[in-house]
């Protein structure tokens, strides 16, 4: 599927704005299961079922978003915005996926028992569980389009290994660079022939040059101002925490722990007490940021909130601007496709290692559990019905299964 470039007035169409908006928060409801899981749930929604971009096309946007600094998924959430509905869409598609989980934690932090009562539980049980079928179902897609060959089902497999040995952000990252390297050394012929699908962003070279320049202006000038004020302070703080982690999720909680736990700011209970109530709601985890901002002494609450959210997420998503406008020149390259191809099936790897922990593992503690997970995958896979409907459909579920 190549995708065709947008006009100027479809990129800002009101109708494609809405559009993305309302995807977005469908999923910012509903995806529980951390950044691995979201991936399976945009893939799910914006490929097999609205075919915004094709399946290639998709896992090497997510290979790029692994590569950069800040919140993979997220970054990949804008990414999608910004290709359907130019830089409208991009905005949507990250405070619609990202709103709803802020909110619950912002109200958390200030008191408001949203996260309680046997009901609430077993709604979020049944939606970890949801996360299972969703990945799974994602999994057996991408590796269907992706490893058609043994060569790509070894890189795939190398991938598994190499996550399971090197946890965390290093293993994910390890593993897409090998399999790419692999990939150019053994892809070349499945490459030939095969052109790669453009994907035309709203972006000019000029404006991701500016975003890279602004990016190193932020981080070298916010901790030379951090000292005029409190609210500098925070907003240093919590982007200096987003611009250096690579992964995002849960990576990034030694950094924010260091930045206001060490500093005095708020407690360790505090800051343990957020953490798993973030374990609790939909969504990318950074959105633990409101939470925490949300306690900062010195600043209203909200503003604090807002301010944290905000500067968490900015330097991920001015990297990747930053770089859009060059991705497609690098990846029509013959080199560079079998790159990809080796980098793809290595995406797809680390997909099904996330299958297994921390989505299976967190979510099919039982019989029951395990039952209601092969449900939703059957439900997706052999009777074809769109996702909302299966989260709906397990999340009940949970509930019973929770009684």
Not at 87 to 101: D, V
Not at 228 to 233: D, K, N, V
Not at 369 to 376: N, S, V
């Amino acid at each position: 599927m190549s995708e065709p470039r947008p006009s100027s007035d479809t990129a800002v169409s009101p109708a494609r704005i809405r559009e993305v908006f309302w995807a977005f928060l469908a999923l910012g409801l509903t995806s529980f299961g951390g950044p691995v899981a979201h991936l399976g749930y945009f893939r799910t929604e914006f490929v097999a079922r609205r075919q915004w971009l094709s399946e290639k096309a998709y896992a090497d946007l997510v290979a790029l978003c692994q590569f950069l600094p800040g919140p993979a998924s997220s970054q990949v959430g804008f990414a999608l915005g910004l290709l359907r509905a130019g830089p409208w869409g991009a905005a949507m598609a990250w405070l619609a996926f990202t709103l709803p989980s802020a909110l619950v934690l912002a109200l958390f932090a200030m008191g408001a028992a949203v996260l309680d009562g046997p009901m609430a539980s077993g709604i979020i049980h049944g939606l970890k569980i949801v996360a299972v079928a969703i990945v799974a179902h994602a999994v057996w897609g991408m590796a269907h389009n992706l490893c058609p060959d043994k060569t790509r089902a070894g890189i795939a497999l190398a991938a598994v290994f190499a996550v399971a040995m090197v946890s965390g952000p290093l293993g994910q990252v390890s593993a897409i660079v090998l399999g790419g390297m692999v990939g150019l050394l053994l892809c070349r012929e499945s490459a030939q022939g095969e052109l790669a699908d453009s994907l035309h962003f709203a972006v000019s070279r000029k404006v991701g040059l500016i975003s890279l320049g602004l990016f190193v202006a932020l981080l070298v000038l916010l901790p030379l101002l951090a000292g005029g004020a409190m609210w500098l302070a925070v907003v240093d703080a919590f982007y200096r925490s987003g611009a250096l982690v690579f992964g995002g999720g849960h990576v990034v909680l030694p950094l924010l722990e260091a930045e206001v736990v060490q500093s005095g700011w708020i407690t360790a209970d505090e800051f343990l007490t957020g953490y798993g109530a973030a374990q609790a709601v939909p969504g990318p985890l950074f959105t633990f940021a409101a939470y925490l901002g949300a306690l900062l002494p010195g600043l209203p609450s909200v503003m604090g909130a807002v301010l944290a959210l905000l500067a968490i997420f900015i330097p991920g998503f001015l990297l990747l601007v930053g770089v859009l406008p060059f991705w497609n020149r690098f990846r029509q390259w013959g080199s560079a496709q079998a790159l990809m191809r080796g980098a793809n099936a290595a995406v797809v790897g680390i997909l099904g290692a996330a299958l297994y922990d921390p989505v299976w593992t967190s979510a099919v503690v039982g019989p029951y559990e395990f039952a209601l997970a092969l449900t939703g995958f059957l439900l997706l896979t052999v009777w074809k019905l769109p996702a909302w409907l299966v989260v709906i459909v397990v999340a009940l579920g949970g509930m019973v299964i929770a009684a």
